[in-house]
T-cell receptor, first 112, second 112 residues
Framework: AQSVAQPEDQVNVAEGNPLTVKCTYS??????LFWYVQYPNRGLQFLLK??????LVKGSYGFEAEFNKSQTSFHLKKPSALVSDSALYFC??????????FGKGTTLSVSS | EAQVTQNPRYLITVTGKKLTVTCSQN?????MSWYRQDPGLGLRQIYY???????DKGDVPEGYKVSRKEKRNFPLILESPSPNQTSLYFC???????????FGSGTRLTVV
């Protein structure tokens, strides 16, 4: 079955340090991949997507993600973390062109 | 303001009492979808709709019904709720499958 996996339940990073939230995929064909963020008591917000083209995708709030076909990964990155980045992050892929299938989520905690 | 509006935000009900969670979007989006979010399971798709009168099952459709009589509305119906349907529900809409989804703020449902 096709899926995305987020191998870390929680990532802790100090403010100002770079952050990485990992996502690997098992998707046939050309994968369409997404990152979403969920702040406490809020709905999900779209961060960025990879459809085709450049492997480095830039998104909202200074986030970027690198699509790596050989490693089947789509890690989310930010050069300098902020305390306000603390949230729940979801990787997702588009299945059969219609259904957005999510990973289980990674909690990012940024300490001051 | 472009948004997806869900009502109610919170609902406590008893087993077997039919309920409807409403969802409305003001962006003229073709695609709409319902998800449930449970700890450790991430978001799972319940139903989705690609246009008026076109709906299809997601990963966890059992116990739920939907309808899409108008483009803007996509209600979720629980005809006989059970405690295992206690969850956080999200409605989302998108102009097309390769675009990001806009999510509502969520409905926290408790079935006792």
């Amino acid at each position: 079955a096709q899926s995305v996996a987020q191998p870390e339940d929680q990532v802790n990073v100090a403010e100002g340090n770079p952050l990485t939230v990992k996502c690997t995929y098992s998707v046939s064909g050309n994968p369409y991949l997404f990152w979403y963020v969920q702040y406490p008591n809020r709905g999900l917000q779209f961060l960025l997507k990879y459809i085709t083209g450049d492997n480095l995708v830039k998104g909202s709030y200074g986030f970027e993600a690198e699509f790596n076909k050989s490693q089947t990964s789509f890690h989310l990155k930010k050069p300098s973390a902020l305390v306000s980045d603390s949230a729940l992050y979801f990787c997702a892929f588009l299945q059969a062109g219609t259904a957005l299938i999510f990973g289980k989520g990674t909690t990012l905690s940024v300490s001051s | 303001e472009a948004q997806v509006t869900q009502n109610p935000r919170y609902l406590i009900t008893v087993t077997g009492k039919k309920l409807t969670v409403t969802c409305s979007q003001n962006m003229n989006h073709e695609y709409m979808s319902w998800y449930r979010q449970d700890p450790g399971l991430g978001l799972r798709q319940i139903y989705y709709s690609m246009n008026v009168e076109v709906t299809d099952k997601g990963d966890v459709p059992e116990g739920y019904k939907v309808s899409r009589k108008e483009k803007r509305n996509f209600p979720l119906i629980l005809e006989s709720p059970s405690p295992n349907q206690t969850s956080l529900y999200f409605c989302a809409s998108s102009p097309g499958s390769l675009w990001g989804y806009t999510f509502g703020s969520g409905t926290r449902l408790t079935v006792v």
